[in-house]
């Protein structure tokens, strides 16, 4: 993988990975284009700037969440999070070398269908009925957090969208767009997390890394920024709209690459 394509990719995985358009479909699409092939080990390992930009921005939301417990002894917010990482974590843990083997999770046209299906899910979303209101994360009950988290699951397949899945989820317990992208985000660093570790627990990813050093360093740097760049629009944006755009960019995104594959 040569510096332009490392590049490209950085860059669609930092604007992808919180902007809820799944940011493992591009990867798949631009990889698919770019490359003629998927590889499941960059996609992985390229999460490292986006986690890494995760952290940056939401570094006091963290420690005071870190504050709450060891001060405080206010538990609710942190449990709901690692609620929320349980079904996805034990599904990736388990099933991960799997998933790896199989086609279908690097497969163009799941992405497409994928793509279109939570597409129109976010156009109707608002129409669609939803628990009482909560006013704050802290008042999310463990029931909630878990149905959040069997919608992260999902997006182990490329093209749902975890941010998007959750941010959905959220929004149809009770959560504001606002809030609900927030808890997104929390929620998704035990998973990012965990699979970061298990990347270098692995004798095959390692070599992995070594192998391929500077196309990871610089894909990672370039999802960093992006990445930053996407959460601060994202929550800035969802403060006064819903997930109705991004709906429709899904749909035009699956039109266009579906029409490309139908014509090749």
Known sequence: MDTLQATVLGLVQGLTEFIPVSSSGHLVIGQHFLLGASSHQFLEF?????????????????????????????????RNILLTSIPAGIVGYFLSDIIDHISFFGSV???????????????????????TMLPRLEDMSWK???????????????GVSRSGSTIIAGRLV????????????????????????????????RMYFVDNFWPLL?????AFIAGILAIRFLISYLSKHNLTVFGWYRLALAGVVGLILLLQ
């Open 46 to 78: 390229i999460n490292i700037g986006t986690l890494l930009a995760l952290i940056a921005y939401f570094w006091r939301r963290i420690a005071t969440i870190y504050g709450e417990v060891v001060e405080q002894k206010k538990y609710t917010l942190l």
């Open 109 to 131: 046209k799941v992405v497409v269908t994928t793509l279109a299906v939570v597409g129109v899910v976010m156009i109707v979303l608002d129409k669609l009925p939803r628990l």
């Open 144 to 158: 909630r957090a878990l149905v959040i988290g069997v919608a992260q699951m999902f997006a182990l397949i490329p």
């Open 174 to 205: 009770g959560l504001g767009h606002q809030s609900a992208a927030e808890y997104s985000f929390l929620a998704s660093l035990p998973i990012m997390l965990g699979v970061t570790v298990k990347l270098f627990i692995t004798s095959t990813d």
């Open 218 to 222: 610089i894909g990672n740097v370039v």
